[in-house]
């Protein structure tokens, strides 16, 4: 028997029918300053440790395990989100945002009190758990305080969120490396962090139906096992050893296989982490899908403009943090304005068609980047780039929460947020793997017959910008066209999986988003309604 607990101060009122217990206006505000808090933290550091590692790894005198670093952060991150919403959909959001945030500046401190590269790694994984929970846990959230319908004003928000901090990491990165030492790209985040804890303890009070329960142990271990297996596969073994070696073929196998028991499991268990029906409905599985897609897409971007500014255009990372201003712009100027018009108007479709044509132009006009692009064209990229993100982050969201039964909110949520990981993840591996294999090619062919001895040395200098600026010329110049040449062919490396994401776009169906007049959504009604939704647009 489920017992309802009652609302508190700040929280939401029960209903009496065990529906939907949205917040008022001035509530939802209250609310979204932690949750935003909480989830700048993890987007926060998804970016700023970049422009501090070259001054770690010299530090401890260890470049070879630099990507660790990275890895170890997605690894546990993405591994562990759906875990997150699961278990918050079990015992409540509110406890488990806090353990999330707990969790993260704990490993913030000990990150920071590192005192050997191994040390750094492992207490970056525990960074990485919380994180992941603090992604999945905030848009959950705000899926229990507001209807969908007006959900997109709020959303907005988000996607600004994660527009500043991919500007604002760089730039914090660079001030506080040049400044106090890059050890206080850790500690920063405790007093954002005490802020988050702060509000969401005071306000967040919720009230949950308890029921009885079991945690899905052994799917939570196999989907972490798989996504481990993967990601080591094509962030280290495959750009280390070689993709036809027998450690990455182990590694993709153990994946795939470790991916098939995990779905054979969910399709048994009684609660399972991630419930096989979601995929039933169009809807959920379009937009998971696209998410994958949009998120495999835009590392690109984000991870490769740093470089061409501080390697090709020779600025500091403080300033290349503030050169990449226009991408935010961008973000702010159409995650806004478009969750506005969802919620005015209750229609979602046209933006994420909208964001891949824009992503995909964007990515189009980056792979012609020169050694002699001005800043005022890059700029433009960058706002389209910026634009294009922002029409989709947080809808697409939206639109898979307004097409679950409501007691899948957490784990839908986790799921989305899982998914554009996973994406970003690879894509991050495949693109740092496409750079590696087109500058060597690109430095074969731009260096003189007679001093192809070099490209070799050419090609390890261009792992760092600072070696790239020792080089004198005109080996600089053709090591820096090199990498320019190479990086046009990572952004056109995205166009196929932006052009398909472009189509699941397209083709999948729109669900009038429900507002707070709606009762509770029925287990198993998703998928009429949005059958019914997709009669009516034919």
């Known amino acids: ?50 422009t501090a590692l070259p001054r770690i790894v010299s530090e401890f005198n260890s470049l070879d395990k630099l990507s660790w670093v990275v890895t170890a952060y997605l690894l546990t991150s993405t591994a562990s989100t759906p875990l997150w919403g699961k278990v918050s959909d079990l015992y409540g959001r509110r406890p488990l945002f806090i353990a999330a945030i707990v969790t993260f500046l704990a490993g913030s401190v000990l990150a920071a009190l590192s005192q050997n590269i191994e040390m750094l790694i492992g207490f970056r994984a525990v960074q990485g758990l919380g994180a992941g929970g603090l992604m999945s846990l905030a848009f959950a959230t705000i899926g229990d305080v507001i209807p969908p ?94 993709w036809g070696t027998g450690t990455t073929i182990a590694l993709l196998v153990a994946a795939v296989v470790l991916a098939v028991a995990f779905v054979l499991i969910e399709l048994r268990v009684a609660e399972p982490i991630i419930p096989m029906d979601l995929f039933k409905g169009r809807i959920f599985s379009g937009y998971a899908g696209y998410a994958f897609l949009l998120g495999f897409a835009m590392f690109g971007a984000l991870i490769f403009l740093p470089l061409y500014l501080q390697a090709v255009k020779d600025m500091s990372p403080t300033r290349s943090g503030l050169a990449l201003l226009p991408m935010i712009v961008g973000i702010f100027s159409a995650s806004i304005p478009s969750g506005q018009l969802m919620s005015k108007s209750g229609r979602y479709k046209m933006f994420p068609i909208i964001s891949a044509v824009l992503v995909g132009g964007a990515m189009v006009m980056l792979s012609t980047l020169s050694l002699s692009t001005p800043y005022w064209q890059l700029a433009i990229y960058m706002f389209v780039m910026g634009a294009g993100l922002g029409l989709s ?67 390890k200098a261009a792992n760092s910008v600072q070696a790239l600026h020792a080089l004198k010329p005109p080996m600089k110049g053709w090591a820096l066209q090199g990498l320019v040449d190479a990086m046009g062919d990572v952004f056109l490396v995205s166009l196929p999986f932006l052009a398909i994401a472009l189509v699941i776009a397209i083709i999948t169906p729109e669900q009038r988003l429900a507002g707070r007049s709606d009762g509770p959504k029925p287990e198993g009604e998703a998928e009429s309604i949005e059958a019914s939704a997709a009669a009516a647009m034919h």
């Open 1 to 50: 028997m489920s017992t309802t607990e009652p609302a508190t101060a700040g929280g939401a009122s029960a209903s009496s029918d065990g529906g939907p217990n949205y917040l008022s206006h001035k509530q939802i505000l209250v609310v979204l300053g932690g949750l935003m808090a909480g989830m700048f933290l993890a987007a926060l550091d998804q970016s700023i440790v970049g």
């Open 149 to 242: 319908r007006e959900r997109g004003k709020y959303m907005g928000y988000f996607g600004a969120v994660f527009g500043l901090s991919s500007v604002a990491g760089p730039l914090l990165g660079g001030v506080l490396t040049d400044g106090p030492g890059w050890r206080w790209i850790f500690w920063i985040n405790l007093p954002i962090g005490l802020v988050a804890l702060g509000i969401v303890g005071a306000v967040l009070k919720l009230p949950h139906v308890k029921r009885s329960h079991k945690i899905d142990y052994l799917g939570a271990g196999t989907v972490a096992a798989a996504v481990t297996s993967l990601l080591l596969a094509v962030s280290w073994s495959g750009p280390t050893n070689g």
């Open 393 to 459: 982050m947080q809808i697409t969201v939206t639109a898979a929460q307004n097409s679950v039964p409501r007691k899948h909110m957490g784990t839908a949520t986790s799921s989305m947020t899982f998914f554009r990981s996973m994406g970003g993840a690879i894509g991050t591996a495949v693109y740092g793997a496409v750079l590696t294999s087109r500058l060597q090619d690109h430095l074969t062919t731009i260096v003189p017959q007679t001093m192809q001895g070099i490209v070799g040395q050419l090609a």
